[in-house]
Structure formats: C-alpha cells, structure tokens
C-alpha cells in the first residue's frame, strides 16, 4: 500500500460512493480527536466509509453501502482474560469464561462471555460495544479492505485463525477434540491495522451490539444513514429478532470468516459456551473524555 492511501485512510478522507450513502447536507460535522490520547484505545476518525460487499458467498454483507459514523474510539486490543476477571473480582462482572485448560491465560482474549457479559464490562468501564457500522470502519478503514491489512490473503503471519490443514496457527497437528485443535494466542501477537487496532481479523470472534438481520438490505433504514444502530438501536426486546452478531473470524475458523465484512448471528446468552466468542470496547467521544487518562 502506497504512504498516500495509508494516510488517507487513517484521516478518513477516501470514499467511493456505492450503494445508499447519507446527503453530505444530512451529515453532521466531524467531532476531532481528542488531544490527549486515551490509554488502551485508539481513535477512529469519523465520516463516510464503505459498509459490506456487493460479490461473494456471503449474503448477510450484502448489499455495499456508504454509511456515517461519527468519530469514537476502540479498545486497541481484545478484552483479556485477566481483565475481565479483574472485574468479577470488583463485583462488577458476572462470572464467565472458558472451561478449557489453556484457555485461561492472563493476556489471552477472555472467551466463552455472552453478549450480555461483554456489554455489562464495557459499560462498567464506562465504554459500549461497538455497534456493526463502528466495527467495520474500524477493522476496514474507508478504503472498502477486504482484511484489516488490505486484500492480501489471509495467512498465520497475518492473523490468528485455522490454517488450510484444519488446525489452528501454532498447532503442529489435528486433534480429535476442540480443546486440542489449537487456542487463542496473546492479544497483539500479530500486526496491527493502520488504526493500530490488533486482532480484528482472527484470535476470538468480537461481540457488537446489533442485532442480526439476513442482509443490509432487509434491514433497511435502521441500518443505513449516519450512526446506524440496526434493529431496535440494539436494545432489548426487539420483536422478532433473537441473534446478535460476532465479527472478526477466530482462532478456530478458516480465513473466509476473518473478513472485515463477515457476520455471524449467535444467540445473545451465549448456550451452549462457544469458547472462541470475545470482545473489545469502544466509546463515543463523550464517553472517552470522561475515562481516567491512566
């Protein structure tokens, strides 16, 4: 990738305009970074950018939109495992987490949370899950990537994810049973993307608050425009919809499903525990001036 398109994209400034896109009249102005960077957590500029893919196998990320999501921040790196058990430890998490040995490592992403664990810890550090649209233009950047580093191939170098041979980076051979297949590997064990965001491709499929709708284009209006928050703004009940959404692929999952467009529905409660289900933060800007600066 040329410096110029690396820049453009963190900036913010390229666009293609391709499916609904929100009037430039409608949009509201850009909210700058804050001067003072925030520990743990990376802005991501606001403005347009390219939402979904219009070719492919994989109907739920159809069709492309240009959709508007105002500046906010990411957590740089995957919730830990020894994170969320500070939490519990404060009384301000519910008790969650795999069941398998090996799973359980201080700077490994926690797994085996459910939607309502991973919102409960964000909110408790004052923070949200980022909702579909915030993901994206997080892993994606402007530039419509199909993979939080470009449209190369993914590859164990690249991300953490099951390799061709069916088992997971770092597994010398297949085994019988999951817990032997392979595990997640540290938070930040592979490069980040131009955000300095890691592990948004591969390591644990990430929570987001949306719920799970069969396409962009079912959707419809809840999903397009400027900070679009899907069904229900996400909040609960929301009649006749019962999936919330993971993205990002895992350790566990081929390279197909670490695209920056891949959405998978899951049940909010998490039943039975997939161990491979994780998390990150984010915060508006509102919420990112009120965290501590340490």
């Known amino acids: 990738m040329s410096t110029v398109r690396w820049l453009a994209l963190l900036v913010g400034l390229v666009s293609t305009s391709a499916g609904a896109a929100a009037p430039s009249s409608e949009a509201p102005a850009v909210v700058p970074c804050l001067e003072a960077p925030k520990p743990?957590?990376?802005?991501i500029p606001g403005g347009p950018f390219l939402r979904g893919m219009n070719g492919g196998p994989h109907a739920p990320a159809r069709p492309q939109q240009e959709v508007w999501v105002q500046t906010f921040y990411m957590d740089t790196h995957e919730v830990t495992y020894s994170a969320y058990k500070a939490c519990e430890a404060q009384g301000r998490c519910r008790k969650a987490g795999p069941n398998y040995r090996d799973f359980d490592h201080p700077q490994q992403?926690?797994?085996?949370?459910?939607?309502?664990?991973?919102?409960?810890?964000?909110?408790?550090h004052g923070k949200h899950l980022p909702?579909?649209?915030?993901?994206?233009k997080a892993a994606r950047g402007t530039d419509g990537r199909l993979y939080p580093w470009g449209d190369e191939p993914a590859t164990c170098e690249r991300a953490v994810i099951m390799d061709s041979r069916g088992r997971s980076c770092?597994?010398?051979?297949?085994?019988k049973t999951h817990a032997e297949v392979g595990r997640p590997e540290p938070v930040?064990?592979?490069?980040?993307n131009p955000y300095g965001l890691y592990d948004m491709a591969g390591n644990a499929w990430e929570w987001v608050a949306d719920w799970f709708t069969p396409?962009?284009?079912?959707?419809?209006?809840?999903?397009?425009?400027?900070n679009p928050k899907g069904p229900c703004a996400g909040q609960e009940p929301c009649a006749g919809y019962t999936q919330k959404v993971v993205r990002g692929g895992s350790w566990f999952w081929p390279a197909s499903y670490?695209?920056?467009?891949?959405?998978?529905?899951?049940?909010?409660?998490n039943r039975p525990i997939f161990h491979h289900f994780g998390f990150r933060c984010a915060a508006s800007i509102?919420?990112?001036q009120a965290l501590p600066e340490k």
Do not use: L
Request: net charge neutral.
């Open 40 to 43: 743990g957590m990376a802005c």
């Open 109 to 124: 992403p926690i797994n085996g949370v459910s939607w309502y664990d991973a919102k409960a810890f964000c909110e408790a």
């Open 131 to 136: 909702t579909e649209a915030e993901w994206e």
């Open 170 to 175: 770092g597994q010398r051979q297949r085994s």
């Open 188 to 192: 930040g064990s592979r490069p980040p």
């Open 215 to 226: 396409s962009w284009r079912a959707c419809g209006a809840a999903c397009q425009g400027i």
């Open 258 to 269: 670490a695209t920056t467009v891949y959405r998978r529905p899951h049940v909010p409660s």
């Open 286 to 288: 509102e919420e990112a």
